[in-house]
């Protein structure tokens, strides 16, 4: 995705939620739209490039994303966030995590639908996560 294309985007999910338009908004959701990975504040600030943002500020909207759904945020072993774009399929499907570099892959083709579980009585779930750890090929090299 180009980034006129990334940006059309992000301004027009932010608009569908209703609420004010920010630049900095739009930026961060763009970023994510692009790269169409999992990232971490970090990655995000990094890829800002010349639209550089506080760190602060960069947190908020993250923040703002997943609150608003149209984010959600991933917990790694290194006690890291990693934020994507949320979609369907990205809310049912697994990840998997590198041990050595901490890049996170998304496993689509493992649906945590299909995860059996028993829960207590009366409980319901509303969210699975599932993280697969090792090494990425990369790292195994």
Not at 25 to 43: E, F, I, K, P, Y
Not at 102 to 117: A, F, I, W
Request: aromatic share 4%; net charge positive; proline share 3%.
């Amino acid at each position: 995705m180009t980034v006129q294309d990334a940006l059309g985007l992000a301004r027009e999910r932010i608009q569908g939620t209703g609420a004010r338009m920010t630049t900095p908004r739009v930026q961060v959701l763009a970023v994510m739209l692009a790269t169409n990975q999992v990232l971490s504040h970090h990655d995000i600030e990094g890829r800002l490039g010349a639209a550089r943002l506080d760190r602060v500020t960069v947190y908020r909207v993250l923040e703002w994303l997943v609150v608003q759904g149209l984010a959600h945020r991933i917990a790694g072993r290194d006690r890291v966030w990693r934020f994507s774009v949320t979609g369907e399929a990205h809310e049912t499907h697994a990840h998997f995590q590198c041990n050595r570099c901490g890049k996170v892959l998304c496993l689509d083709e493992l649906s945590t639908r299909k995860v059996p579980m028993r829960l207590p009585a009366g409980c319901r779930p509303e969210r699975t996560e599932l993280t697969v750890t090792g090494q990425c090929a990369e790292c195994t090299v």
